[in-house]
Every structure is written in structure tokens, then in C-alpha cells.
């Protein structure tokens, strides 16, 4: 049944130093050892892990589950994730490319402040999602046994070693009820739609490694089955950014979700100054590690590529491409496909005369995070754009200012300010949020307003 259905793509997000890197190496360098030759691939920043190899590797779990035999998941394609605007980018018009999240918490530090970004990220695009509480090495008095189910590990410790785990991950889960989500360990739960699974793990042992890729298996056949249905024909994807890359030029990171994608095909995508039709140069993907041998050249030419994936693509234009726009690839008339990418694009702007805020963010998949978490923050927004914070907008904030100075403001979320700017918006009192962490701004702004009110 599997042949119709792509492999889910599963983000990593969490804290900084949680060790999400660490756990996506670990897998991947112990699937080596269970490979057969070439079949990890690695794409950017991206690396498929196929189910045949998965399943040698968690045999003790998918024994003690019975599941030999019931997964059709292909495998997974997992995203690491270095921040939240690689994340907030992996959309698509209402919803989230990713499929399946895995949210990395350190279990000796417990909530940190990206756990709460990434929980609103998650919440916000609707992605279901397993707990990794990483590092339980680090447990005091833990006796490791590389690669084993955590349900092992941890018969294997003595009472008070179990003890202090169960005491982490019972802080964890107080966490989780605070922000109104139930969790509890992963064996532990009896209806998955509604409960948090959390999987202790150590990306140091790769203790609960089988466990959690067991789990997202099961997750994936019963929570995301249908969204993995692939269409077929001209490759679909969203852009995950935009950078110059030394001897190739402009590049775009894409994630396809859908379809195939060739060398010189004719692409839509959107840009700052409008829809921007290119052919693909070259498409191109880093080298396994193993065929690295000239560091300059890390990257190996591809003529096609089918979702799920993720490659580097070289085409002229792409300087003005805004990371999170869709980006297709045509078959006929190209209007069709202009006209898709603006409509996205135009979903997340917002230009009205309503009373609200100005909000502006450095990329698409920002600009509707953080659109989405004002709105259910009951925060009104008046204009919503990409790109540094402007006189226009300024003179927006003040045209808002006269009407109702509580909502005269401008909020500015990973987008510079730049001085002149700065200098108009003292001159119209108009204040200016700035931050980096999209719940810290809005705090600082309610806080604001609050004072402001009384
Ligand atoms: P950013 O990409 O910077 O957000 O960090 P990350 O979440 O990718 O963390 P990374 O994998 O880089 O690990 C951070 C540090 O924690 C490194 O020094 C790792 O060696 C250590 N570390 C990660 N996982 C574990 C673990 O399971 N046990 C122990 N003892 N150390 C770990
Ligand atoms: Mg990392």
C-alpha cells in the first residue's frame, strides 16, 4: 500500500544546545552501521532515514510492540532545524510541510525559552508532535547500554536512578500542563490523539533512538497518513532560504513535497518585488560524508529529484525570492502557477485601514507565524509585510497613533531598524518592538499596552 505514499517530513526544533544536531548524527551514524551502501541520503539539511534499516536497527521494540510486518512507512525525511525561521518557513498555504515534529527538550534543564517559541510554532501550523527528553546519560548514577530501548535502560537502574528520571520528566510534564498540553511517558499513554508522548533519550548512548522512531512511525500511520497521499506530476515546494553559496552564486533551499523536479525546468516562485519566473540552472546536494573528499567540492550534481526532498537549486533571479514563498515547477502556460504564488503570498500580507498594529518579519513563513500568534493573542494587525521596518510603516503606526495610540505601533520580529527610521518614529511617537523570540515581543508589547491602559 505504501506506493502512492511519500515519506513524512519530520522537523527537529527545540532549545539551543538540546542536542537536536547530536540525536540526527547519532541515527544517522548508526544506521551506517546497519546500511546497506548508499542508501542514507543526505539532502540539505536534510538526511532520509529508510524504514528497512530503521527496523533492524529498533528490532527489540518493534518485537515487544509486534510490529514486523505492520508499518508501510517508507521512512522519514528529517529537518534539522538551527533556528525558527527555518521553520516557520516550511509551510504552505494553511498549514505546515513539515509532517511531524520532533520537540528536543534537555532533560536536566527541562523548559527553556525556544521549548516555548517552538511549542507556539507547532501549535499555531497544527503539527503533531513526540517529546525527545534528551540526555538521560546524563542522569546521576546512569549505567548506559548503548542503543537500547529505554524500556531496557531503564529496568536496568537501580531504584533511585529510576527515581530521579521520573522526577525530571514529571517537572516536564507540570510544564506541558501549564501551557495546556497533557504529556506523559511514552508507554505510559493511553489515547495518543490527545496526550504528548515523551521519549527519554540520549544522543550520547542512543539510548530510546529506537524507541522514538518506533513511535513516530506508529504516529505517522495513524495521525498523518493522509496528508502523505502524493499527487504526482510537477514538482510542488516551498522555498526554505535564500543565500549565496561560494562558486554557485544565488542558491534556494527547497523542500518538494510533491512531484519531481528537473535540471532546466521553468519554476514560479515569489519575490519582494513580485512573482519571479527562472529555469533551474543546477540542482545540487551535499555529498555523503563518505565521498567528501575534496572539501571545495561538497556538492554533487542532480538531474532529477521526487518528494519527499529537499535541493539546492541555481537559477538566475533568485536574489529577490523570499524564503517561505511556494515555488512550482511549470507544465504549459506559466499564468496558472503566478497566479498560486501570489495568492499565497497575499494570504500572509495584510494591508487594511482596520485600527491594529504593524507587524513586519524577515521571511513569509514568519510574517504568518507570528500574524497567526497576534491574532490568537486577540492582538488586531493592520499591516502585516516582510522586509525592514520602513517610514512607511512608521507613518502607517502613527495614522493608527491618532485614532487609537494604544495600537499605534510597530512590531518588528528578527527585521532590522534602521536609523533615519528610528529617528521618524520618535518624532511621530510611534514605539517600535523589536526581538528575536516572537512570544518575548508580544510580551513586551502587552506589557506595554497594559501600562499604557491604566
Ligand atoms: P543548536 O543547533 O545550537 O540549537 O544545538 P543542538 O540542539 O543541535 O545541540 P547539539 O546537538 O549541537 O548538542 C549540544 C551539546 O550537547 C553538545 O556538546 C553535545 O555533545 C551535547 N549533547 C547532545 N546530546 C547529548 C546527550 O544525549 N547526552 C549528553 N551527555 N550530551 C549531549
Ligand atoms: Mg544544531
Redesign the pocket.
Known sequence: MSENYRAPIVVVV??????????L?KIRNTMVAYREPGMITQHIGLSYLPWPIIEKYAAPVIERYRLKGKVWVKGFLMV?T??HAAFSNLRRRGGSVADLAIL?IDLTRGFEEQTYESLILLKSRNIPFVVAA?????IYGWKPIPNASILDSYNAQDEETQGRLEEALANIIMDFNKQGFEAERFDRITDFSRQVPIVP?????GEGIPDLLVLMAGLTQRLVKDRLRLVGGPGKGVVMEVKEEKGLGTTMDVVLYDGVMRKGDTIVAMGLNGPVVTRIRMMVMPKPLDEMRDPEDKYMHINEVEAAAGVKVIADGLDDVVPGSSVYVVQGDPKPYIDEVVKDAASVKIETDQIGVVAKADTLGTLEAMVLYLRSQGIPVRKADIGPVTRRDIIDASVVRRKNPLYGVVLAFNVKVPKEVEEEAKVQLVTIFQNNILYRLVEEFTKWFNEEKS
Open positions: 527545540g532549545h539551543v544546545d538540546v542536542g537536536k544536531t547530536l540525536l548524527d534539522d538551527p533556528g528536543v534528551n540526555k538521560v546519560d546524563r533519550t540520549s544522543a550520547v548512548t
